[in-house]
């Protein structure tokens, strides 16, 4: 089955305290992208990766960073975490920039 | 700047009321022009992609159309099942996508 896995689905942690999203997807896809979706706001993309080794940031990258060493794992990584990025985050991928995205489950974070 | 705007916000139907939802857009260079359903708790859907003015793509219940400067989400005959939000999403001349706050449609038995 075609798919986009996230994992944790929920997350509770401490302020500073180091965390990975992890994203894997068995479409091999070219690009992936996270967004974070907050009540009123819509999605507001991350980081996206055209291919491997290649990242980029989208329109909220304070905070967090990202890797692609291979095509279909792309984790989110939050060094020292915040109350304000406590969001729901979703891991997205497509076959390429303009092409239909397949989301995942999502992530529902609380940073306390 | 790029804008994305829906509406409404929220639309409540009775089972079979037919409605349209509106997302409207200004962007520089449209590359395409995408529509997503997502339920509680789930990450989007994707229904269509529409990538020039005039163009029209059906789906069961749905239809979507395209305007220069708006699109519209077309619900026929509405069922319980097609409770959901929709989000309109816009890719502009740099591959940047921008999404719109959504509509969350409920529709009453």
């Known amino acids: 089955e075609a798919q986009v896995t996230q994992n944790p689905r929920y997350l509770i942690t401490v302020t500073g305290k180091k965390l990975t999203v992890t994203c894997s997807q068995n479409?091999?896809?070219?690009?992936m992208s996270w967004y974070r979706q907050d009540p009123g706001l819509g999605l507001r993309q991350i980081y996206y990766?055209?291919?491997?080794?290649?990242?980029d940031k989208g329109d909220v990258p304070e905070g967090y960073k990202v890797s692609r060493k291979e095509k279909r794992n792309f984790p989110l990584i939050l060094e020292s975490p915040s109350p304000n990025q406590t969001s729901l985050y979703f891991c997205?991928?497509?076959?390429?920039?303009?092409?239909?995205?397949?989301f995942g489950q999502g992530t529902r974070l609380t940073v306390v | 700047e790029d804008q994305v705007t829906q509406s409404p916000e929220a639309l409540r139907l009775q089972e079979g009321e037919s409605s349209s939802l509106n997302c409207s857009y200004t962007?520089?260079?449209?590359?395409?022009l995408f529509w997503y359903r997502q339920d509680p708790g789930k990450g989007p859907e994707f229904l269509f992609t529409?990538?020039?003015?005039?163009e029209e793509k059906e789906k069961e219940r749905l239809k979507a159309t395209l305007t220069k400067k708006e699109s519209f989400l077309h619900i026929t005959a509405p069922k319980p099942e097609d409770s959901a939000t929709y989000l309109c999403?816009?890719?502009?001349?740099?591959?940047?996508?921008?999404w719109g706050a959504g509509t969350k449609l409920i529709i009453k038995p």
């Open positions: 990766s055209m291919n491997v080794e290649v990242t």
């Open positions: 479409m091999n896809h070219e690009y």
């Open positions: 997205a991928s497509s076959l390429d920039t303009d092409t239909e995205a397949f």
């Open positions: 999403a816009v890719m502009d001349s740099n591959y940047q996508l921008i």
């Open positions: 962007v520089s260079g449209l590359r395409g």
């Open positions: 529409l990538y020039s003015a005039g």
